[in-house]
């Protein structure tokens, strides 16, 4: 583990500073790192780098998930360290293959819950030629840092056709305070379809259902992240949950087969369904008839792993119906 991680930063940083620094000036190569010392490397006595394991803490004893060793306190993993400036990053920072092709596109950006905590701001992408309408509501849940962050990127997303609508953060104020909930414990995916005249979860809530339902696109995507991880039981931290797959059954099960399948995603996904009461998946699919798509990563997993999850999820969904 230790030794790879030099070379995995080298590479990261590379294809950071390759897609995302200033495009006037000549393309240069990076050089290549002098080869580390022999001190550097050398594995401490009667180990071997394979064997460089997490260590147990008070209270937390290490899991190993999908390859990946974690802690794990018997109901909760704890998140890794997350460090990055997401606003500064790109798409190519999260893999080579996501959104390589640029589309002309107009962009417009209103806000929701103008002037209150909660808000926040959608950002419309519009390619020239019409085509379907996807709209992406991210982190619904303020804590769920790769379900925005993936989000926040996807505001620079260009189409070949059709229409992207992306609220990143839903929970804006509970991104900022790094909390599931709006406020208090005010969980707005509980509260929708929410009133203009409720508490603050329910004002945001119903502020992003009269947008879907003005908007009307074909499929929303919900995207969330999953902390609990309880032994025998349902692993929701890399699922897909759907209320209702009205004209996206095909798509789903393509997408859901794809990450079963080795081809799509870090690990297999597994689906289920319906979406709690009150949540933006149950409550648009049975009011608004719009399907909803929530994608749960697991917040276990580094930090890019997750959010580059996120993204190819998105990605697919554009790509199989035409819009990239
Ligand atoms: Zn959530």
Request: proline fraction near 6%; charge should be negative; charged fraction near 25%.
């Amino acid at each position: 583990m230790k030794k790879t991680l030099p070379i995995f930063l080298t590479f990261f940083l590379f294809l950071a500073l390759a897609a995302c620094g200033p495009v006037n000036g000549p393309q240069t190569t990076a050089a290549p790192e002098p080869a580390a010392s022999a001190s550097e490397t050398e594995a401490p006595a009667g180990t071997t780098p394979e064997e460089t394991h997490l260590q147990p803490e008070e209270g937390w004893q290490v899991i190993t998930i999908e390859g990946v060793e974690m802690l794990w306190d018997g109901y909760k993993v704890k998140e890794p360290d997350i460090r990055l400036d997401i606003d500064s990053m790109c798409f190519a920072d999260f893999g080579e293959d996501f959104f390589t092709e640029s589309y002309p596109v107009e962009t417009e950006r209103y806000t929701l819950c103008e002037g209150e905590i909660m808000e926040t701001e959608v950002v419309h992408i519009k390619a020239e030629v019409p085509g379907p309408v996807l709209y992406i509501v991210a982190g619904v849940h303020g804590d769920e840092i790769a379900a925005w962050y993936a989000g926040r990127l996807l505001r620079s997303a260009t189409l070949k056709a059709g229409e992207l609508y992306i609220v990143a953060p839903a929970n804006a104020n509970g991104a900022k305070n790094r909390t599931r909930y709006v406020t208090g414990t005010q969980d707005m995916n509980r509260s929708f379809p929410g009133s203009p005249d409720g508490n603050e979860a329910e004002r945001i809530a119903n502020a992003i259902y009269r947008d879907i339902e003005r908007v009307q696109p074909f499929l929303v995507f919900d995207l969330h992240e999953a902390i609990v991880y309880t032994e025998g039981r349902d692993f929701l931290g890399s699922n897909l949950i759907y209320t209702i797959l009205d004209n996206i059954d095909d798509l789903f099960f393509d997408m859901l087969f794809a990450t079963q399948d080795g081809d799509l995603c870090s690990n297999a996904f597994s689906s289920n369904g319906p979406g709690p009461k009150g949540s933006i998946n149950n409550t648009v699919a049975n009011e608004l008839g719009i399907p909803v798509i929530t994608v749960e990563t697991f917040r276990g997993f580094p930090i890019e792993r997750r959010v580059s999850d996120q993204l190819a999820i998105v990605q697919y969904a554009l790509e199989y119906v035409e819009m990239r």
